[in-house]
Nanobody, 116 residues
Framework: QVQLVESGGGLVQPGGSLRLSCAAS????????MNWYRQAPGKQRELVGD???????TYVDSVKGRFTISRNDAKNTAYLQMNNLKPEDTAVYYC??????????WGQGTQVTVSS
């Protein structure tokens, strides 16, 4: 079964950290760029960043220097390490992969809430 499952979300105070995980099944994980998106209430889903099959990363400007994307191909898992979290980082976070054949796959999302 082709599936992405996110975990690791929760409630954290401003300045805190969280690490999200995205476990993949049913795909040849090491072939694909893994993307992290987020969607805040009332806003469009935005790309937070991605990691290529070779390990190269890109980030949206608002998270540069605070968020780090990594991957463990042996575990078919991608990670989003989020440090110095701000209230504006509050959103549902999704991982995504765009398959060459079969189209995009999305996880169910995990809620991140940054609040004091």
């Amino acid at each position: 079964q082709v599936q992405l499952v996110e975990s690791g979300g929760g409630l954290v105070q401003p300045g805190g950290s969280l690490r999200l995980s995205c476990a993949a099944s049913g795909i040849i994980f090491n072939m694909y760029t893994m993307n992290w998106y987020r969607q805040a209430p009332g806003k469009q889903r935005e790309l937070v960043g991605d990691i290529s099959s070779g390990g190269s990363t890109t980030y949206v400007d608002s998270v540069k220097g605070r968020f780090t994307i990594s991957r463990n191909d042996a575990k078919n898992t991608a990670y989003l390490q989020m440090n110095n979290l701000k209230p504006e980082d509050t959103a549902v976070y999704y991982c995504n992969v765009n398959r060459h054949i079969g189209g995009p796959i999305w996880g169910q999302g995990t809620q991140v809430t940054v609040s004091s």
